[in-house]
């Protein structure tokens, strides 16, 4: 009587954070929309969660959240409160948990326009 004996081997990858498909800093003007992106590697494939660094909400879609899931976080119409670091965090539950940090800058429509004087002489 012969016996065998089945081995299954399962290997796991931590994330890692694929910086060619991610957004790197941005800045937009007031009223724009913006779309973040993180792309993650891994095994098994990293799940990807927004939060501000400042620990603000984020607002998104007309919805607002301490967290937004998903590869991308669509952003607007933006506002200057808008601006601010995000943390793209990938984790997949073999450590360790890696994140980005991307700058959104936000153009004020008041502040960037430049007020001229018209100087009359006589």
Excluded: H
């Excluded at 607002?59 to 669509?74: I, Y």
């Amino acid at each position: 009587m012969s016996s065998s004996v089945i081995l299954v081997l399962n290997v796991v990858v931590p994330p890692v954070i694929v910086d060619d498909g991610s957004s790197r800093d941005v800045t937009a003007n007031e009223g724009q929309d913006v779309t973040l992106t993180c792309d993650a590697r891994g095994r098994p494939q990293p799940s990807i969660r927004w939060v501000r660094e400042d620990s603000a909400k984020i607002s998104s879609g007309g919805k607002t959240a301490d967290e937004w899931v998903g590869r991308e976080l669509r952003l607007g119409p933006l506002q200057r409160s808008s601006a601010g670091a995000f943390l793209c965090i990938a984790s997949n539950g073999v450590p360790p948990i890696v994140s980005k940090r991307v700058l959104l800058n936000v153009n004020c429509e008041c502040c960037s326009v430049s007020k001229r004087v018209l100087l009359i002489v006589y």
